[in-house]
């Protein structure tokens, strides 16, 4: 499970203080595939790294029963002067995961091909999100945060994104934004709506999806 505990969080943004999450009270449960929704800067991709601990809430505090992934889709937390090849040594040994093993499994499934090699500072933003993903898929985690990564790359790399990630929820958890409600309705069976800082929980998933586009109006 996911705990939230009184989690605040916010911007300043125009000499004005924007709260993104507000005093943020609330369980999410393991064992599900959650798909978080809500409208264009409420908030989502915010949550993500505040769930993965990729961002520090302003008060509060985040705890979970197992291991999270980074979001996905986020590709900032790379040291952008070593290789692909190189941060994911580095990941693999921070995680405790087989260095050579990990490093294989991501040279094959981002497709970066000399990039690979290459520093991370001359990745396009689609390469770093190949290498964020590859590298999330080689690690077990018992819960994934997924941020509209399988929207990457040519048809082919599209496919073979999803079958990946469908083998791995099968058991572990997972969080994922999308504004694909098909895609949405592949992967998740309940949902969550952020909204004016608030998260609110639907275990029927298509409730969840008739209340965020009724938002979304």
């Known amino acids: 499970m996911i705990?939230?505990?009184n989690v605040t969080k916010s911007f300043m943004v125009r000499g004005t203080r924007k709260v993104v999450i507000d005093n943020l009270d609330m369980t999410l449960p393991t064992g599900t595939s959650l798909a978080l929704l809500g409208r264009n800067g409420a908030g989502k991709s915010t949550l993500l790294q505040l769930i993965a601990g990729t961002m520090a809430p302003d008060r509060g505090e985040i705890l979970s029963d197992g291991t999270i992934s980074w979001p996905?889709?986020?590709g900032g937390s790379f040291h952008r002067e070593l290789t692909g090849a190189q941060n994911c040594r580095f990941i693999a040994r921070i995680y405790g995961?087989?260095?050579e093993g990990?490093?294989?499994?991501?040279?094959?499934?981002?497709?970066?091909?000399?990039?690979?090699h290459m520093p991370v500072r001359s990745y396009s933003s689609g390469m770093r999100s190949r290498l964020a993903f590859g590298i999330s898929m080689g690690i077990r985690f018992?819960?994934?945060l997924v941020d509209e990564v399988t929207a990457v790359g040519d048809a082919a790399f599209r496919r073979k994104s999803r079958a990946v990630f469908v083998e791995r929820v099968k058991n572990a958890s997972a969080i994922l934004v999308s504004?694909?409600?098909?895609?949405?309705?592949?992967?998740?069976n309940a949902g969550v709506v952020l909204e004016h800082g608030q998260l609110r929980y639907f275990e029927d998933l298509d409730e969840g999806i008739k209340f965020h586009e009724a938002l979304m109006r």
């Open 142 to 144: 018992d819960t994934y």
């Open 102 to 116: 990990l490093q294989a499994f991501v040279e094959d499934f981002a497709e970066l091909g000399r990039h690979f």
């Open 179 to 188: 504004h694909d409600m098909n895609q949405i309705r592949q992967f998740c």
């Open 3 to 5: 705990v939230f505990q």
């Open 72 to 74: 996905v889709g986020f």
């Open 97 to 99: 995961v087989d260095t």
